[in-house]
C-alpha cells in the first residue's frame, strides 16, 4: 500500500497540466476568496532573511516541522517571487456538528516547474512513508491529493500548471481556492475596493489584507463601532528599521481630512529628548471628529483598549475629580494652533506635558482652566522658578511634624496637579513643578533636536498630519497597563520587540474612499 501510493503521487504529478485553466494573473491573491477574513503575501521571499533569521518563520518551522522537509535544501531553489498565506473561511466544511474549522491556505510561485514537482512528490511521499493513505482527485483540470482522513488534522496539495504549488488543510479549501483563480468573479483580485489600494504593495516587502468585521469574528472580537471595513498592511525594509503603509477602507464617505504639515510642528520643543510618548500636531479642536479618530475609535472598540488621549493629560481618578474637566470642551474646542502631548516614565504615575500655541482663544481657555481648578477646591498660585512666571494648581494640607509627647508643630504642605507658564508664543502645562524645571532647563536637549528622532521622521512623509512617537524601552510600562494584548504579542514576537527600538506613526492623507498612514519601527543596529 505504502509503494502503491508513493506512485501514485509520481504519477499524478507528472500528469497535471493547467492548460484547460485560465490563471493569468501574476498575484496569488486570485486564489483567495473575496470573503476570506486575512490574506498576507510576502512579495520577495528571497530576501525572507534578513527579518527572519532563525527558524521562527511559518515556512521553516510550522508548516514543515513534522514533514523532514528542509526549507532551504528542498523549497527554497524553486521558490519564485510571491508566498500568500491565508486564512480562507471561518469554517470552510458549513457543518455546525463539528464546530468552526478555519480554511487556511498556502500558495506559492514556483521559478522552476520541475523542481518544485519534486518537492510536493517528496513531501507526500514522506507523509505515505510514516502511514498517512492519500487520496487523489482531479479537479477542473487539476490533481489534487490529499490525507484519507483519520482525524481533524489533514493537508491538501496540488501543482497548478508551471507556475503555482498550492497547499491547504482541506481539499475543499484546496478545490475553492482552485475555482476562485478559473472564476475571477470569486476571487479577491475581483474587489473593486481591493483593486483601488493594491498598487500600494507594488514595492512592499509584503502585505497583508484584511476584512476588518470577518477578522473581529475569527479572533472572537466584538466590532460594536465598524467606520472601515477593510484594510492593507504593507511591509518594506527602510534604513535602520521596517516601513508599513496603511490604507484603511471607509463602510462610508469619510469625513474633511486633517491639515497637512510640511515640517514638524515647533511645539515639539518643549517635549524632553527622554518622553516615552509624544504627540505633535496642529489643530487639537479637529482631532475628535477626524476620520483618524474613527479609525481608532473602531480599534479600541474591538481591542477593548482604554488608551486616549485623557490618559495621557489625566493619569489617575484623584486628578480628574479634583480638575472636573472635560477635554473636548474645556481643552480641545480652543487649541486652534500647534500642539504637543508627552508622556515621561517615572516609578509612580508618568509624567505629562502638554504644550499649545498661543492663539486668540489661548488666553480665554487657560483662564478658565484655573476657574475649574479653584471651583474644584486647588488654590491657584503664582510664583517664580528660574526667573520664569508659573502658575501652579494646588491642594494644601496641614502636616504636623511633631513627635510623640512633644508640642504640635504644624507646616502647611502643598500638593501640585498641575503647572503652567508662557513661553514664546507657547502655553506649557505640565503634571508637576518638576517636569516643569526640566522643561526650563533643557536648552538643546529636546524631542525636536533628538537625533534618533529625526531619524525616525526622515524615513516618513515629509507633508503630513504630525507625529506620534513611542520610545519602546522608555514606555514599555506605559503602554502595557493601558494595552494589555502587547505582553501576548512580546511572546509571539519576541525577535522583533526584542530589537524594536522605537516606533513613528503618522497620518498623510485621506479622501473620501481611504484613510492612509504609515508606521516606521526603527530597529536596533
Not at 216 to 221: D, I, K, N, R, V
Not at 302 to 325: P, S, Y
Not at 346 to 372: R, Y
Not at 491 to 499: E, I, L, Y
Amino acid at each position: 500500500m505504502v509503494l502503491l501510493n508513493v506512485t501514485c503521487c509520481a504519477s499524478v504529478l507528472a500528469a497535471s497540466p493547467f492548460g484547460k485553466a485560465s490563471v493569468t494573473e501574476a498575484s496569488l491573491s486570485i486564489f483567495v476568496s473575496k470573503q476570506a477574513p486575512v490574506m498576507i503575501s510576502i512579495l520577495n521571499p528571497e530576501k525572507l532573511q534578513s527579518l527572519d533569521k532563525g527558524e521562527n518563520s511559518f515556512l521553516k518551522s510550522d508548516f514543515f516541522k513534522n514533514s523532514g522537509i528542509d526549507f532551504r535544501k528542498d523549497v527554497q531553489p524553486w521558490l519564485g517571487n510571491e508566498v500568500t498565506l491565508a486564512v480562507t473561511s471561518l469554517d470552510f466544511d458549513r457543518d455546525p456538528d463539528n464546530g468552526k474549522s478555519p480554511g487556511y491556505l498556502l500558495a506559492m510561485a514556483t521559478k522552476s516547474p520541475e523542481k518544485s514537482r519534486e518537492f510536493v512528490q517528496l513531501f507526500f511521499s514522506k507523509r505515505v512513508l510514516a502511514g498517512t493513505d492519500l487520496s487523489v482527485e482531479e479537479f477542473a483540470g487539476i490533481k489534487v491529493i490529499s490525507d484519507v482522513p483519520k482525524g481533524k488534522e489533514t493537508l491538501a496539495g496540488a501543482v497548478v500548471g508551471d507556475k503555482y504549488v498550492l497547499f491547504a488543510n482541506d481539499a475543499k479549501v484546496l478545490r475553492e481556492a482552485i475555482n476562485n483563480a478559473q472564476a475571477p468573479d470569486l476571487s479577491l483580485t475581483s474587489s473593486k475596493k481591493y483593486q483601488d489600494i493594491s498598487q500600494l504593495s507594488a514595492k512592499s516587502y509584503g502585505a497583508a489584507f484584511l476584512n476588518l468585521p470577518i477578522v473581529a469574528e475569527w479572533l472572537g472580537l466584538k466590532l460594536p463601532i465598524q467606520h472601515f471595513d477593510e484594510q492593507l498592511v504593507t511591509l518594506a525594509p527602510v534604513s535602520k528599521g521596517l516601513l508599513a503603509q496603511t490604507v484603511a477602507l471607509p463602510t462610508q464617505q469619510m469625513k474633511a481630512p486633517l491639515e497637512l504639515l510640511s515640517k514638524p510642528v515647533n511645539a515639539l520643543k518643549y517635549i524632553p529628548a527622554n518622553v516615552g510618548i509624544a504627540v505633535g500636531s496642529r489643530n487639537l479642536n479637529a482631532l475628535p471628529e477626524s476620520n483618524l479618530a474613527l479609525f481608532w475609535q473602531q480599534l479600541r472598540s474591538a481591542l477593548e483598549i482604554k488608551l486616549n488621549i485623557k490618559d495621557i493629560v489625566q493619569q489617575d481618578a484623584e486628578v480628574q475629580k479634583l480638575w472636573g474637566i472635560d477635554l473636548p470642551k474645556d481643552i480641545f474646542d480652543w487649541v486652534q494652533g500647534e500642539y504637543a502631548i508627552g508622556l515621561i516614565s517615572s516609578q509612580q504615575s508618568p509624567e505629562w506635558v502638554f504644550v499649545t500655541e498661543k492663539t486668540s482663544s489661548t488666553q480665554e481657555g487657560i483662564a478658565k482652566l484655573d476657574a475649574i481648578a479653584a471651583k474644584n477646591g486647588l488654590s491657584v498660585t503664582e510664583f517664580n522658578l528660574l526667573d520664569q512666571h508659573i502658575v501652579a494648581w494646588t491642594q494644601l494640607k496641614a502636616a504636623n511634624s511633631s513627635k510623640n509627647g512633644t508640642k504640635p508643630s504644624f507646616s502647611i504642605e502643598a500638593k501640585a496637579y498641575g503647572v503652567h507658564t508662557t513661553l514664546d508664543n507657547y502655553e506649557i502645562f505640565t503634571s508637576s513643578l518638576e517636569t516643569m524645571y526640566e522643561i526650563l532647563s533643557i536648552k538643546n536637549n529636546t524631542l525636536l533636536e533628538n537625533r534618533n528622532f529625526k531619524n525616525c521622521i526622515a524615513a516618513l512623509p515629509e507633508t503630513n498630519a504630525g507625529y506620534v512617537y513611542i520610545d519602546w524601552a522608555a514606555s514599555q510600562g506605559i503602554l502595557e497597563r493601558q494595552l494589555p494584548v502587547l505582553k501576548l504579542l512580546k511572546v509571539v514576537a519576541k525577535p522583533f520587540f526584542k530589537n524594536l527600538r522605537s516606533l513613528t506613526v503618522t497620518n498623510y492623507g485621506d479622501d473620501a474612499n481611504s484613510l492612509q498612514g504609515d508606521v516606521f519601527f526603527q530597529l536596533e543596529e
